[in-house]
């Protein structure tokens, strides 16, 4: 038996995803503390009884992760890899319509917190291996050990611990322990393939990029004084004055995918909105056609107040003030203050350009009062355009769905691809969910009644299995 190349879904499929997706929710997996361990072993017996050799580690108590791998004729090349989190962040049940850890199957919805961010996607992917897997024992050929019949790569599954906090017990202690396990040609990840309707049209973004992040920590200094004589070395006075200069937006910068992702869009938009990017397009900063050259107030005209943001966001290099501390007294004029801010900077805005930008947007008289802490820093990421998996992902999607408009996309967000990225392995955002309005990435990811439909799974997976099955045969 050859795999089955289109991804017709039977019965037993759909029941197994879902309830597999109950359970990883169930295993709850707060990061902190993670306890990604209880997740990672749920999957070892999954894939233990279909045949399929994993590796669960704990390199900190608690801290697990799990990497399988399925073979193919290694006619085709490097590796494919499904990466995954298994750890989700905090949900408080109050705002809760279900209880956030029960995975609830209810109104046609998998209800709980990581049914977006990403038990799905873990799910999606752990069915795709169970199908791989069993199209091996169907051919009499054990899937631990033997070729699966008609790939040409090797298919690796990772579901790491602690991307919520960085990946630093998950990803990034794989690479730098174990390369090996997850050398790959392409890895497919969370944040993109969600639809995200717009104007009545879906779109498709695949996630191509992410932002990087630089922390500062801003020490203001003044000088102490008597509160009954103000002065304008009042420490929490300048750091006042920095932060309003902080948060004014800085200049435009249209990385290749953003203008790629605008190229593609724009046939798709109403005229109002098709002048606002177009004019975005010809001229990033100040073009005539974009409203008085303010380009945050031209997209909050067209788009709504999330979507427009997350467009500004990736566009700018952005700071985001986060903690402000000063004084001890009220009668007593500080002398210090503490500004920590993170910034989030595109691919291109290294850690000095970015501390360049902070100082034009700070004045050199303000930026002489300050001491400047960098704290820590993460490189922005960018998968190549040109490379045949990003063709096949876009194929895939409009296949299953003709109406569709697959984008590139930036993430303004880091995920675990930053790891990867140093390894070589490039990683795109596809965990294709065909999702209706108000049921997107970005209105639940890390909210309140986060859930999935069970439709948009059952569209999900033989996408997955498609992109699969198209780059690795
Ligand atoms: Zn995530």
Same mark, same amino acid.
């Given at each position: 038996m050859q795999v089955p190349v289109a991804g017709e879904l039977s019965e037993r499929e759909s029941t197994e995803l879902v309830e597999l997706l109950r359970q990883l929710i169930r295993i709850k997996s707060v990061n902190p503390p993670g306890d990604e361990i209880l997740v990672a072993r749920h999957l070892e017996r999954v894939f233990a009884e279909e045949g399929i050799a994993s590796t669960v580690v $704990? /390199?900190? /108590?608690?801290? &697990?992760?799990? @990497?399988?791998? @399925?073979? %193919?004729?290694?006619? &085709? &090349?490097d590796p494919l890899l499904l990466l995954s989190h298994l750890d989700v962040v905090p949900a408080e049940p109050e705002g809760w319509s279900h209880e956030p850890f029960a995975g609830d199957?209810?109104? %046609?919805? @998998?209800? %709980?917190?990581? =049914?977006?961010?990403?038990?799905?996607? *873990?799910?999606m992917e752990a069915q795709v291996m169970r199908r791989l897997a069993r199209s091996a024992r169907a051919a009499g050929r054990n899937p631990a050990t033997d070729p699966i019949p008609g790939l040409r790569r090797d298919v690796i599954f990772c579901s790491s611990a602690d991307e919520e906090a960085g990946g630093w017990h998950g990803a990034d202690w794989i690479v730098n322990n174990h390369p090996e396990w997850l050398h790959a040609a392409a890895a497919l990840n969370e944040a993109g393939g969600i639809a995200t309707t717009y104007g009545g049209i879906r779109f498709y973004p695949i996630q191509v990029a992410e932002k990087g992040f630089v922390v500062y920590r801003l020490h203001v200094k003044g000088r102490w004084g008597h509160g009954s004589v103000p002065t304008p070395d009042n420490a929490a006075v300048l750091a006042a004055q920095i932060v309003m200069r902080l948060s004014e937006s800085g200049p435009v910068r249209l990385t290749d995918a953003m203008a790629l992702s605008l190229k593609r869009a724009l046939p798709h938009m109403? /005229?109002? =909105? !098709?002048? *606002?990017? %177009? !004019?975005?397009?010809?001229? /990033?900063? &100040?073009?005539?056609? *974009? $409203? !008085?050259g303010d380009v945050d107030a031209a997209l909050r005209g067209i788009c709504d107040p999330v979507l427009g943001r997350t467009l500004s966001a990736v566009i700018h290099d952005t700071v985001s003030v986060g903690i402000v501390q000063s004084g001890v007294k009220y009668n007593v004029i500080p002398g210090t203050a503490m500004i920590e801010i993170d910034c989030r900077t595109l691919p291109g805005t290294d850690e000095p350009a970015m501390r360049a930008e902070l100082r034009r947007r700070i004045g050199e008289e303000l930026w002489a009062?300050? $001491? *400047? $802490?960098f704290v820590h820093v993460g490189a922005a990421v960018q998968a190549p355009l040109d490379a045949p998996i990003f063709g096949i992902l876009e194929s895939v999607l409009r296949d299953h769905d003709p109406d569709g408009v697959p984008v590139p996309f930036m993430a303004p967000f880091a995920t675990d691809a930053k790891h990867l990225a140093r390894i070589g392995v490039p990683t795109y955002g596809f965990s294709p969910l065909r999702v209706g309005d108000g049921d997107g990435l970005l209105d639940l990811m890390h909210g309140d009644d986060e859930r999935v439909s069970v439709e948009a799974l059952r569209w999900g997976l033989p996408v997955l299995w498609d992109a699969v099955i198209r780059f690795c045969s």
């Amino acid at each position: 038996m050859q795999v089955p190349v289109a991804g017709e879904l039977s019965e037993r499929e759909s029941t197994e995803l879902v309830e597999l997706l109950r359970q990883l929710i169930r295993i709850k997996s707060v990061n902190p503390p993670g306890d990604e361990i209880l997740v990672a072993r749920h999957l070892e017996r999954v894939f233990a009884e279909e045949g399929i050799a994993s590796t669960v580690v $704990e /390199p900190f /108590p608690g801290r &697990g992760s799990i @990497v399988a791998r @399925v073979h %193919g004729d290694g006619t &085709g &090349g490097d590796p494919l890899l499904l990466l995954s989190h298994l750890d989700v962040v905090p949900a408080e049940p109050e705002g809760w319509s279900h209880e956030p850890f029960a995975g609830d199957l209810a109104d %046609g919805y @998998v209800w %709980g917190r990581g =049914a977006i961010d990403m038990k799905g996607m *873990v799910a999606m992917e752990a069915q795709v291996m169970r199908r791989l897997a069993r199209s091996a024992r169907a051919a009499g050929r054990n899937p631990a050990t033997d070729p699966i019949p008609g790939l040409r790569r090797d298919v690796i599954f990772c579901s790491s611990a602690d991307e919520e906090a960085g990946g630093w017990h998950g990803a990034d202690w794989i690479v730098n322990n174990h390369p090996e396990w997850l050398h790959a040609a392409a890895a497919l990840n969370e944040a993109g393939g969600i639809a995200t309707t717009y104007g009545g049209i879906r779109f498709y973004p695949i996630q191509v990029a992410e932002k990087g992040f630089v922390v500062y920590r801003l020490h203001v200094k003044g000088r102490w004084g008597h509160g009954s004589v103000p002065t304008p070395d009042n420490a929490a006075v300048l750091a006042a004055q920095i932060v309003m200069r902080l948060s004014e937006s800085g200049p435009v910068r249209l990385t290749d995918a953003m203008a790629l992702s605008l190229k593609r869009a724009l046939p798709h938009m109403a /005229p109002r =909105a !098709a002048k *606002v990017l %177009g !004019a975005l397009l010809a001229d /990033p900063n &100040g073009g005539a056609g *974009v $409203e !008085a050259g303010d380009v945050d107030a031209a997209l909050r005209g067209i788009c709504d107040p999330v979507l427009g943001r997350t467009l500004s966001a990736v566009i700018h290099d952005t700071v985001s003030v986060g903690i402000v501390q000063s004084g001890v007294k009220y009668n007593v004029i500080p002398g210090t203050a503490m500004i920590e801010i993170d910034c989030r900077t595109l691919p291109g805005t290294d850690e000095p350009a970015m501390r360049a930008e902070l100082r034009r947007r700070i004045g050199e008289e303000l930026w002489a009062r300050l $001491e *400047v $802490e960098f704290v820590h820093v993460g490189a922005a990421v960018q998968a190549p355009l040109d490379a045949p998996i990003f063709g096949i992902l876009e194929s895939v999607l409009r296949d299953h769905d003709p109406d569709g408009v697959p984008v590139p996309f930036m993430a303004p967000f880091a995920t675990d691809a930053k790891h990867l990225a140093r390894i070589g392995v490039p990683t795109y955002g596809f965990s294709p969910l065909r999702v209706g309005d108000g049921d997107g990435l970005l209105d639940l990811m890390h909210g309140d009644d986060e859930r999935v439909s069970v439709e948009a799974l059952r569209w999900g997976l033989p996408v997955l299995w498609d992109a699969v099955i198209r780059f690795c045969s």
